[in-house]
Structures are given as C-alpha cells and as structure tokens.
C-alpha cells in the first residue's frame, strides 16, 4: 500500500478516538485495561481495512498463521492459543473449510485426533495477508521509534502471558 492509502487508514481509524470526543477521560486513562482495550479497538479498525478484502477477519487470519506455523496443530491447542471456546472455533473452522483454506485431517499415529491443516488456496491466502499485514499498522504507529514498537509489544505479551516466557517452537 502506498503512503496515502497507510495516511487514510490511520485517519479514519482514529474516528472516535478519546482526544476528540471532548469527553473527560482522566479517571479511566491510568487504567492498562482501559488504554489497551481503546488501542485495541483501533487496531482491529485497521486489521478489517486492511483484511476485509482478503474477505478476512482477525480471528481468520490469526488461525490460518497459527494452522500455517503449527503443521500438527489440533482444535483444542488452536482453540487455547486464541482464547476461543471449542463451540465458537468449530464454527469458524466450518467458515474456514468451507472457504477451502483449511482442511481438518485425521492423525495417522492417533486415528482419533484430528489435525486441521492449510489448503494450497490456504497458504496462498496467508502470504498475501501476511504481506497486507507487515504493515497495515505502520501508519498508526509512526509515532513510535522501532525500539518503542518492539517494547510495548514485549511488555503486552508479558501482561497476557502473566511475566512468563513465550513458549517457542
């Protein structure tokens, strides 16, 4: 995407942003959960802009990236990576198969575990968003120093992980 196009983006995705609703915010700003919850919120408006061409929604991308970096990776695991209950993923794995991305597979050592695995239309569709989504957030960001980008990502994932180490691998 062009600068302009990355410009409009943070622009419209500031719509309703706290500095300009005139609202006295004050008591609510020194809360983590209030400001991460309002970055958020800005930050998902960007992720649709971006994605919703793709006919991708966040929670779409995020598992496709995870059924992409994770070869055997079964619903339950998939399911408690996101946070997403089974009934809620077993009906956006229905979405994602029926779209043809994903593909649920029976495991050859445990004929009772199944696998959900990325369609060659899958993992072309996961370049593509992962190209879109490098930077999709550049614009809203730009304010910060690459430095500072890498910092509030690592203290956010320290805050969702409860200060332990990120499993890898």
Known sequence: MDDA???DAASASSDGAAADTGVDQSRLTNLVGYASTRASIVMKKIAMRYLGPLDLKVVDYSILVLVASNPQINPKRLGQALDIS???LAVTLDRLVERGWVQRVRST?????????LTAAGRELVQRAEKITATMENAQL???SPAERALLIELLMKVVSGGK????G
Request: no cysteine; proline share 14%.
């Open 5 to 7: 196009t990355l410009r």
């Open 86 to 88: 089974a009934p809620n």
């Open 109 to 117: 050592e445990d004929r009772r575990a199944m696998h959900i695995h």
């Open 142 to 144: 730009r304010m910060l």
């Open 165 to 168: 180490p990120p499993k890898r």
